[in-house]
């Protein structure tokens, strides 16, 4: 019996939102497997709501579906109560789409989209009947994998993931169904051989291939167990996302879910450079869709969808090439069934953006969110996020005159050389973007949402030791006190506890990971859902483990540690992220490379990637349209312009590794 | 009334299966959505959020099945009634069933005013959700109906009170295990007691199957089928499909 759906519908009946569970949206695939066909597992370890939008999932799902070798299914987490339900009533994770065992599947893929959803990944592994720790799993365990920013440092999971999959995943999940088909018209014997042969895969990281050595608490060297497996693992990257046009059948919920419209993808990587993300180091280079395909892509989702609202997503949106025309086009193409609304999530900080914004939300204009991220212009050097204050107000005010009356603004706090100054900066910022409001309507009211900062993997801020619990805090309250007597500023925060347990785990090694299993055996799943966080059962486990979570968290890293992810590489030098941290210290901004000439990160470099942006001319904008007007300070330092590259200085397991500054 | 309406069309549809999990509001944002999918032609109201003009009948709770659901919706134009079923239902989640389609009479109450019985075939298991005996129904039913009143315990915004319940009851049933004389349709495994009921809906006053098991006695249910939907008006029975609507569109109006 393959399909538990009599068995699970009874369960239905007593849980919140059981349409979670019954799958049958438009685009949903009919699942047909079979003896010769290797089936996926496609999970996302939070709600249904939070995991079905996800474009990375759905794409895989529809590549492995059009091949003859593969078959995919969904599963998202349960929630609490029909956790709960099913281990009472001894029943597995299963999928919705067919409603088959979890544990039927022939690999289960998890997306690692953040570091707080781990425990999760141990309830679900564990739920589809499957043990959580890799050495526990034998040959008719299905092989588990994760995918995702977060995989990039995967050594928190390293004892639970039998492989990860560093980079984008398109084209690498086939070679992954050659080797796990293989396996099992072998019989499916031997895991250790198949685990090795996914190892041998560009862009598959197979942890148990490698060994950490220690030198009391620092990692002393990765060591390959096997000759043939590479010392470092290299991410995997499309060349041309023309090549991919997908989802090509964007699923529609029949329950509402986040980002609950038309996605389309139109570029992928950013190298605006700013430090502190994470998200615009490991996805480069940039690689525009043209945009020819970008309309067909919109006019044929939305009229499979039914969607009135289209999200054309990236890192920052605004930036691509002809950005205006290809959204008058959009608008221009509609034929009037009550309209459809465009939306461009991560909006650059100036008044070009304001244009386009008012050009696309005729009808519907309800807020406009900006993220300068630092409260001053010293502190916005430091990150690289080149925006200028008049940037900002003139963005604001061409808002609030075409018609917006609410502002949400985004901030970090906690970042490299914040003082107080900077903090107060933010409300300063938001006072005045009032005022502004305020010549226009009396009703102007401005969000402004801080989280702390959280230093990860790859980025040139890797080194910077996470400001503590009580710091975070006390910076959030210094904001409070200030902004209290102004009503019309709204002030949100994440809280710093669980900022505190995501920077465990976001530079964390091999030994975080019994943490990770601690608190999810305590029952800490849903770590992202306030009600269900608590960073006293965190810190209980690492007493248990006796790991001093502030030596991960709160400590500097110095020029030549080995860190644990030294032996995953994507593409950025380890010598350009060290003088990219020494140039945020200085207070020196870096443009950007799409438009000006290039500063050798690595990644072009190493992987034989190039641009792929349409127009050679910077958008015109502000400051950080053009990236030329950075006269206040924002020069490029010179020692940053010719990097020297020797692969071989930069091989990170060896003692010296990657530190050539 | 229809103020300004041009080509108001009643639909009947069935919601069967897996999709009874989903909620009254989710059903009515993937029929609006198929309407677009399909490209009908949809009025939508004025004003600062345009809205598509489609109104919905009395509201199924998720979990329930029905044969005979109705939704109220405008065109600016006039549609093809015949192909309409299968043209929208092709763009339904499955078990969405749109079963007919007529063109409304302008001054056509609301369906929500207008329905004043639905039909019921309702499962009854204890309250450990075990099938309930058949005996234990068939005394319960009996008594239910030689009473005068009959309590139900409704909780509303966080209120609780107390609602006679017993004037809405019209008609009470239930049938053997397996052997289902005059049950149209089986919806649940075959062990338990069918009950089926008729209701009178009085606006705000209406009572659900479930309240009408707990007030007779020990008993509950987490699914069942509306059969029927009934308007009644100057003594006649009327199917809403065929209560206010009109044989087919015209071909021209003036306005």
Request: aromatic share 8%; net charge negative.
């Amino acid at each position: 019996m393959s399909d538990l759906w009599p068995r699970i519908e009874p369960l239905l009946a007593k849980v919140e939102k059981p349409a979670r569970y019954i799958g049958m949206e438009r685009g949903a695939q009919v699942p047909a497997h079979g003896p010769g066909k290797v089936a996926w597992l496609l999970l996302y370890p939070d709600t249904y709501e939070i995991g079905l939008p996800n474009q990375g999932l759905q794409i895989l799902y529809e590549i492995l579906n059009e091949r003859d070798d593969a078959v995919a299914e969904r599963s998202y987490a349960p929630w609490r109560d029909l956790d709960a339900a099913l281990r009472a009533a001894g029943l597995p994770l299963f999928s919705v789409d067919s409603h088959r065992a979890a544990g039927d599947f022939d690999l289960l893929a998890f997306n690692l989209s953040a570091e707080l959803v781990y425990t999760n990944v141990l309830n679900l592994v564990d739920l589809a009947g499957v043990p959580v720790r890799n050495e526990d799993r034998t040959n008719e365990h299905p092989i588990v994998i994760a995918g995702g920013h977060a995989a990039f440092n995967p050594e928190p999971l390293a004892e639970y993931v039998d492989a990860f999959v560093i980079g984008e995943g398109e084209e690498v999940v086939a070679e992954i169904t050659e080797v796990v088909g293989a396996w099992k018209r072998g019989g499916q014997a031997d895991r250790e051989h198949v685990l090795h042969d996914l190892a041998t895969i560009p862009g598959v990281y197979v942890p148990a291939m490698y060994d950490i050595e220690y030198d009391g608490p620092r990692i002393a060297a990765v060591v390959p167990r096997y000759p043939d497996i590479a010392d470092r693992v290299d991410k995997r990257t499309v060349a041309d996302l023309d090549e991919w046009p997908y989802p090509k059948q964007q699923l529609v919920p029949l329950i509402e879910v986040v980002h609950d419209r038309l996605n389309v993808e139109i570029f992928r990587g950013c190298t605006r450079g700013c430090r502190f993300c994470q998200a615009g180091m490991i996805t480069r280079p940039v690689r525009e869709r043209s945009a020819e395909q970008v309309r067909t892509m919109v006019e044929q989702g939305l009229r499979r969808t039914g969607y009135d609202e289209v999200a054309l997503t990236s890192l920052s949106s605004a930036d691509f090439s002809g950005i205006d025309r290809v959204v008058a086009g959009i608008v221009d193409d509609q034929d009037g069934t009550g309209g459809v609304s465009v939306s461009l999530p991560s909006l650059r900080v100036d008044a070009f953006t304001v244009g386009i914004a008012s050009e696309i939300q005729k009808v519907r204009r309800t807020g406009l969110t900006f993220a300068p991220e630092a409260g001053s212009w010293r502190l916005r050097q430091v990150i690289n996020k080149l925006v200028l204050e008049e940037d900002l107000y003139a963005a604001v005010d061409a808002a609030y005159s075409q018609g917006w009356r609410r502002m949400k603004l985004y901030f970090l706090t906690g970042l490299p050389t914040e003082v107080d100054s900077d903090t107060m900066g933010i409300a300063e910022l938001a006072k005045n973007c009032v005022q502004i409001g305020r010549r226009h309507t009396k009703q102007a009211s401005v969000t402004v949402s801080v989280g702390g900062f959280v230093p990860k993997a790859h980025t040139p801020f890797m080194w910077f030791g996470q400001n503590g619990v009580e710091e975070l805090q006390r910076k959030i309250r210094m904001l409070r006190d200030d902004l209290r007597p102004h009503r019309q500023v709204n002030l949100k925060w994440h809280d710093p506890e669980a900022t505190y347990a995501e920077g465990l785990m976001s530079r964390g090694d091999r030994r975080v990971g019994r943490v990770v299993e601690r608190v999810w055996r305590a029952g800490g799943t849903f770590q992202e859902w306030s009600e269900f966080f608590a960073l006293d059962r965190w810190l209980e486990a690492c007493a248990a483990e006796g790991i001093d979570p502030d030596w991960y968290v709160t400590r500097h890293r110095d020029e030549h540690e080995i860190l644990p992810w030294d032996h995953i590489a994507a593409g950025l030098h380890k010598d350009f992220l060290w003088q990219d941290w020494r140039a945020a210290l200085a207070e020196h901004g870096l443009p950007d490379c799409r438009w000006t000439p290039c500063y050798d990160c690595g990644v072009c470099t190493d992987y034989a990637l190039e641009h792929v942006v349409a127009s050679p001319t910077a958008p015109a904008g502000g400051s950080q349209g053009t990236g030329q007007d950075l006269s206040r300070g924002g020069e490029v330092p010179v020692t940053l312009l010719p990097t020297p590259r020797s692969r071989e200085a930069a091989k990170p397991t060896s003692a010296t590794a990657g530190v050539s500054a | 009334m229809r103020g300004g309406a041009q080509f108001p069309v009643r639909l009947q549809y069935s919601k069967r299966g897996k999709v009874r999990f989903l909620g009254h509001r989710d059903v009515a944002r993937n029929i609006e959505r198929a309407f677009r999918i399909q490209r009908f032609p949809l009025a939508f109201s004025e004003g600062f959020s345009p809205h598509p003009k489609i109104s919905f009948g009395l509201a199924l709770t998720t979990g329930f099945e029905s044969d005979d659901e109705y939704l109220d919706v405008e065109f600016v134009e006039a549609v093809d009634l015949e192909a309409l079923p299968s043209v929208l239902t092709a763009a339904l989640p499955p078990g969405i069933t749109v079963l007919g389609a007529a063109a409304l009479d302008e001054r056509a109450p609301a369906l929500q005013e207008a329905v004043t019985a639905v039909e019921w075939e309702v499962p009854v298991t204890d309250l450990d959700g075990s099938a309930a005996t058949l005996g234990a129904v068939e005394a319960a039913i009996a008594a239910a109906l030689a009473a005068e009143h009959l309590e139900c315990t409704k909780v509303r915004k966080g209120r609780t009170s107390i609602d006679d319940i017993r004037p809405v009851i019209r008609r009470l049933a239930v049938v053997e295990p397996g052997a289902a004389p005059g049950v149209t349709s089986v919806v649940a495994p075959m062990v338990m007691p069918m009950v089926t009921m008729e209701l009178a809906t009085v606006l705000g006053k209406g009572a659900k199957p479930g309240e009408v098991l707990a007030a007779i006695g020990p008993f509950t249910t987490d699914r069942g089928l509306r059969t029927h939907q009934w308007i009644e008006r100057d003594g006649m029975r009327i199917a809403p499909l065929h209560a206010d609507t009109r044989p087919r569109v015209p071909q021209a109006r003036a306005s």
